[in-house]
């Protein structure tokens, strides 16, 4: 089993300018620098804003958005995750490694490098999507190697043994419709962790299991970004499975207008 040997991560072509190294308060470095970046989405005269005035995320910390529903839990995600384009920005700076330099991610944006944005994407950030995710022709074994073939990594026993660690091992042969929810959710963490990222990106992971369930999930989970050293941001509704994980509660505080034409969210953290 080679899990244990760090795989090297690289990106093609970069273009993108640098910035002087940035760290957290106890010294490590940031994955996330962001300032006063604002996201406005608006459909049929319904208007939303995320406002950020200021996100520092350090590698290797586990953070928890925790919010009700409608709050801009997956527009933050989406961002950070290079899938949606903030209307304003400040600074928006990311670290695909520890040793490497801060990337200006808005300097990629306004170029329109969008190749860029979707490489680092692949290869830093693994994502368990809000509704699973996982393709239904592939089997669980293909699924969770997906992230690894589109980046051409050869088998390395990381798929199988992370099956093992989360319970699904009997599976790996089976499509996703022959599963429960919960296992399925397992699958798509296993998929999201398989190819080693920076930082593993999950939206409400845990939405549709019981709350036994979500709290065995969860820690899988957490417990595997341990394993491989991988900084987490996960949204939710409920705190409660968190806390005892250690994760880092972001602040928000969201502000609806009488006839809830308009809700703007501001987060910090
Ligand atoms: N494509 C879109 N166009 C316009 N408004 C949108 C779009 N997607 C989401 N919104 C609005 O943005 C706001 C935030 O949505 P978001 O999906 O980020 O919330 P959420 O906290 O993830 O909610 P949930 O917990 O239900 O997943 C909501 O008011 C939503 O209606
Ligand atoms: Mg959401």
Redesign the pocket.
């Known amino acids: 089993m080679c899990v244990g040997v760090r795989m090297r991560r690289q990106t093609s072509g970069r273009v993108l300018s640098n910035v002087n190294s940035t760290t957290s308060q106890d010294g490590d470095p940031l994955i996330y620098h962001l300032r006063d970046v604002v996201k406005t989405?608006?459909?049929e005269g319904?208007a939303?804003r995320l406002r950020i005035p200021s996100l520092q995320i350090a590698m290797g910390e586990k953070i928890a958005l925790v919010?009700?529903?409608?709050?801009?839990?997956?527009?933050?995600l989406d961002m950070l995750a290079f899938i949606l384009q903030p209307s304003e920005v400040g600074d928006f700076h990311f670290r695909p490694e520890r040793d490497e330099e801060s990337l200006d991610i808005n300097a990629c944006w306004k170029s329109g490098n969008i190749n860029q944005l979707g490489d680092l994407r692949k290869r830093y950030i693994g994502y368990v999507m809000?509704t699973g995710g996982l393709l239904p022709y592939l089997t669980v074994r293909e699924n969770m190697n997906l992230c690894r073939s589109v980046l051409g990594l050869p088998p390395n026993g990381m798929v199988e043994h992370l099956a093992e660690e989360l319970g699904i091992i009997a599976h790996l042969d089976k499509r996703p419709d022959k599963l429960s929810t919960g296992e399925r959710q397992r699958v798509a963490i296993g998929r999201a962790v398989a190819h080693r990222p920076s930082i593993v990106i999950a939206?409400?992971p845990t939405a549709s299991v019981d709350p036994y369930a979500a709290e065995k999930v969860m820690s899988m989970f957490i417990g595997l970004a341990e394993e491989f050293e991988i900084t987490v941001i996960l949204?939710s509704?409920a705190w409660e499975h968190m806390e005892q994980l250690g994760l880092r509660q972001l602040t928000h505080e969201t502000i609806r207008d009488h006839n809830r034409m308009f809700?703007e969210t501001v987060v910090t953290g």
């Open positions: 989405r608006e459909a319904v939303f919010g009700k529903s409608g709050c801009g839990k997956s527009t933050l809000q939206d409400e949204a509704h809700t």
